[in-house]
Nanobody, 124 residues
Framework: QLQLVESGGGLVQPGGSLRLSCEAI????????IGWFRQAPGKEREAVSC????????RYADSVKGRFTISRDNAKSMLYLQMNSLRPEDTAVYYC?????????????????WGQGIRVTVSS
């Protein structure tokens, strides 16, 4: 059974940084593409970033390019989202998700398993 567990969220001031972690439990995460999504109150879930299996190619939403970095450590079954220069509009619940075959990395329906989500609040 695919299980994903996020950690590392919290409250940070604008301009600050956070690193989210996603632990893959019970499956070989290196065979899966991993995406990060977020959902702000009253809004739809939106794609933030994705890292492929294999060569580990990355994709980013325009709103986070140059500020967020996705990475993976296959040996530790961990995925990361380094978030720098955070803005109030980055406030949301963040989710990691795993999918084997992605035709469109930004579509939530492409993913097979989801974490429970973790809250990130950017506020002074």
């Amino acid at each position: 059974q695919l299980q994903l567990v996020e950690s590392g969220g919290g409250l940070v001031q604008p301009g600050g940084s956070l690193r989210l972690s996603c632990e893959a439990i019970g499956f070989s995460q290196e065979h899966y593409a991993i995406g990060w999504f977020r959902q702000a109150p009253g809004k739809e879930r939106e794609a933030v970033s994705c890292i492929s299996n294999g060569a580990g190619g990355t994709r980013y939403a325009d709103s986070v390019k140059g500020r967020f970095t996705i990475s993976r450590d296959n040996a530790k079954s961990m995925l990361y989202l380094q978030m720098n220069s955070l803005r109030p509009e980055d406030t949301a619940v963040y989710y990691c998700a795993a999918g084997q075959i992605l035709n469109d990395w930004s579509r939530p329906s492409e993913y097979d398993a989801w974490g429970q989500g973790i809250r990130v609040t950017v506020s002074s």
